[in-house]
């Protein structure tokens, strides 16, 4: 089945150990997201792709960073994890920049800063 | 700029009973879309529901019905007779280029 996918599940990385996650699409979709969902709140966009054009919000920390070297995938990247980026990350795609357009989840990476 | 409020935390019910989940939008656009997201403990977000804002048809599917109503900025969410599986968190959405959330309801349904 056409999916989002998002590698691994659970994530367990030390203190200022360089992490990546994972996520590919098979719905051939322009944009791709990253969020951020800490615990007992909303998922908060961090950066999206519509095909190969990035665009950061405007608070995402400079630790973050993504790479989209195809359509499928997309990789997010914590240069240097702090406690406090311990959280899910979750990736979407969309077809579309359009508002009507549904954005498709994955399951989510769950992260554990140690 | 836009702002979703679900104004309710948590809500539990017993096993059958109703649960109405609130949802208040803000935006300067004419035209949007507003969606619903459900979030078992699994972590997914499930879509459930997008309504664009030249559509106020209320919709029904299975137990979950919506109210959209544009003269108060509403698109509240029903589930009649709610079972133990509907337990989950629910988001309210508005969409132009992202998803705008609210802080999201806990529904706890109870045996």
């Known amino acids: 089945d056409a999916m989002v996918i998002q590698n691994p599940r659970y994530q367990v990385t030390q203190f200022g150990k360089p992490v990546t996650l994972s996520c590919s699409q098979t719905l051939n979709h322009n944009v791709m997201y990253w969020y951020q969902q800490k615990s007992s709140q909303a998922p908060k966009l961090l950066f999206h792709y519509y095909d190969k054009d990035f665009n950061n919000e405007a608070d995402t920390p400079d630790n973050f960073q993504s790479r989209r070297p195809n359509t499928s995938f997309c990789f997010l990247d914590i240069r240097s994890p702090g406690l406090g980026d311990a959280a899910m990350y979750l990736c979407?795609?969309?077809?579309?920049?359009?508002?009507?357009?549904?954005?498709?989840f994955g399951p989510g990476t769950r992260l554990t800063v140690l | 700029a836009q702002k979703v409020t679900q104004a309710q935390t948590e809500i539990s019910v017993v096993e059958k009973e109703d649960v109405t989940l609130d949802c208040v939008y803000e935006?300067?656009?004419?035209?949007?879309?507003l969606f619903w997201y459900k979030q078992p403990p699994s972590g997914e977000l499930v879509f459930l529901i997008r309504?664009?804002?030249?559509?106020?048809q209320n919709e029904i599917s299975g137990r979950y019905s919506w109210n959209f109503q544009k003269s108060t900025s509403s698109f509240n969410f029903t589930i009649t007779a709610s079972q133990v599986v509907d337990s989950a968190v629910y988001f309210c959405a508005l969409n132009d280029y992202k998803l705008s959330f609210g802080a999201g309801t806990t529904v706890t349904v109870r045996a």
């Open positions: 979407a795609s969309a077809q579309n920049f359009s508002g009507r357009g549904e954005q498709f």
């Open positions: 309504r664009n804002s030249f559509d106020e």
């Open positions: 935006t300067r656009d004419t035209t949007y879309y």
